[in-house]
C-alpha cells in the first residue's frame, strides 16, 4: 500500500450491474456510455431501454468526449474518429495503442512504444510530448493522468510541459472533467481519491477497468467483462 496516500474503504455494494458483456467502456461527460467487446463489436447504452444498441465498425478501444466526440482504435492501432452527422468512421493517420479525448477536445494517445502524443486539430496530426506511458486519461487539457511500465502514477504539468511523479502501485487511472481521479490497484480494486482527506477511498474491488467522466458518473468492467454503474 501507498506511503503517500491513506486508504479508507467504503461501502462497496453501491455497484449495479448493467446487463452485458464487454471488454471495454467509455462514459462521456453528457452520460452517454459506450462499449466494445471481445469480438470488437461497438455498442451504445440504450437508458430507455437499458440494453445496447450495435453501432457499425470493428474496434478495440474507444473514447468518448463531450456532444458525441467519439474516437477509437481497431486491432491494427488504426485511429477512428465517429461523424455523428454521417454515422460513420473518418480514418485519422496514425498509430495508437491508447487512446482518451477529454471534455474539451483534447485527445491523447500512447503508442506501441509507449511514446506520447497530442493531437492537434489544426494540422489534423499528432504532436509528440516527451515521456513514456503505458495507459493515458484525459479528463480536459488541465487534468492529464498516466501510468508508466513500473506502474508509476504521472499527472500531466501543463505549465512546466513535464510529467509529475505522484507515486506508485497502480494498475491504471482514470480522470473526469471535474478534476475527479480514480486508480485501480495492482490488485485491480478501484480508489477514488478525495480531496478533503488527500487519501484515497476503496470504491469497489476486482473492478479493472474504470471510465470516470466526472463524479457523478462512474462506470466499470469486471474481471470477465460485466458492466457496473457506480451509485
Known amino acids: 500500500r501507498s506511503t503517500l496516500f491513506p486508504y479508507t474503504t467504503l461501502f462497496r455494494s453501491n455497484w449495479v450491474n448493467v446487463p452485458g ?6 462514459v462521456a461527460p453528457n452520460g452517454v456510455v459506450w462499449g466494445v467487446n471481445q469480438s470488437q463489436q461497438i455498442f451504445r447504452y440504450n437508458t430507455a431501454a437499458h440494453n445496447w444498441d450495435w453501432i457499425p465498425g470493428a474496434l478495440v478501444k474507444v473514447t468518448l468526449g463531450q456532444n458525441g466526440d467519439v474516437w477509437g482504435l481497431n486491432a491494427e492501432d488504426q485511429i477512428y474518429h465517429y ?10 493517420p496514425g498509430e495508437l495503442v491508447q ?6 477536445g483534447a485527445v491523447w494517445g500512447i503508442n506501441a512504444g509507449g511514446q506520447i502524443y497530442r493531437f492537434n486539430a489544426s494540422t489534423r496530426g499528432w504532436v509528440n510530448v516527451p515521456g513514456s506511458l503505458q495507459q493515458i486519461s484525459v479528463g480536459s487539457i488541465n487534468n492529464v493522468w498516466g501510468v508508466n511500465a513500473s506502474n508509476q502514477l504521472y499527472h500531466y504539468n501543463v505549465a512546466h510541459g513535464s510529467w509529475d511523479n505522484i ?20 490488485n485491480l480494486d478501484p480508489l477514488r481519491y478525495n480531496p478533503a482527506t488527500q487519501g484515497l477511498d476503496i470504491i469497489g474491488t476486482s473492478i479493472p477497468q474504470i471510465s470516470v467522466p466526472c463524479s457523478g458518473a462512474i462506470w ?6 460485466v458492466a457496473y454503474r457506480y451509485w
Open 21 to 26: 458483456v464487454l471488454a471495454q467502456i467509455a
Open 83 to 92: 461523424d455523428s452527422s454521417q454515422q460513420s468512421w473518418e480514418w485519422i
Open 99 to 104: 487512446i482518451s479525448v477529454g471534455v474539451d
Open 167 to 186: 507515486q506508485g502501485g497502480y494498475n491504471s487511472v482514470a480522470a473526469g472533467f471535474d478534476g475527479t481521479v480514480i486508480v485501480t490497484s495492482l
Open 220 to 225: 466499470g468492467i469486471d474481471n470477465i467483462g
